[in-house]
């Protein structure tokens, strides 16, 4: 099967399957995405909207040109759909974001056409270009250059599609809705009660602490996307 294929049972925990009736897996594009927080096209199809069964219908789908990802259409089954990725069928108008269960399983999430308009990418750094202009690096493989720099690493940013321009900011801070992508919290939805340098306090149906690397802010007061 070699670098096109992933043996089920190696495959991340995120991915939530039947491991047993499948020794092979698609294994996705590298990418903007990390291999925990993604899967293939051809997985989403199959596995998780289970909308085709077969590879030949993952690829009878594709080039039928109705599958975009983030606005853009999709023509590879290897193609990489990840954490907070939007998925859209324009034809059947059915729209679908990447997100993670409580479980901390990847998921797709059924969503209506004005939520599908928009995507949250976090900033994870920020760097100055020979132009002196400011570069945030973001989730999902986005770098977007800015004129001015009125935004802080941490915190979020609303993304139009599929023109990518920044329709808004998320701050990092207390009251701030997050999302948890990692340790063992991941999947959890909750309040930011409190920073604490590295560390934070989140309020869902228990106060906790974690590391404040693992927070996706969603929304200021409410998440502005639907989480389940």
Partial sequence: MGKNHIKSLNAPPTWEFCRKENTFI??????????????????????????????????????????????????????????MDVVS?????????????QKNKLCAVKIDEKEAGFKIVKIK????????KTQLNCTSGRNILVEKDTYKTGESIVLQLPSQKI???LPFKEGSIVLLTNGNKAG??????????????????TEFETQKIHAFVIGKEKSIIKTE
């Fill in 26 to 83: 698609t294994r996705p594009n590298s990418g903007a995405h990390t291999l925990d927080h993604t899967f293939s096209i051809s997985f989403l199809l199959k596995h998780v909207l289970n909308i085709a069964n077969t590879l030949k219908e993952v690829k009878h789908i594709l080039h039928e040109g109705n599958l975009f990802v983030d606005g853009k259409k999709v023509h590879d089954e290897k193609a990489q759909v990840g954490l």
């Fill in 125 to 132: 750094s920020k760097t100055t270009n020979p132009k002196n």
């Fill in 167 to 169: 329709s808004e900011s």
């Fill in 89 to 101: 069928f324009p034809k059947t108008k059915q729209h679908f974001r990447v997100l993670l269960t």
């Fill in 188 to 205: 959890t939805v909750g309040k930011l009660k409190k920073i604490e340098g590295n560390t934070i306090q989140v309020q869902a149906d």
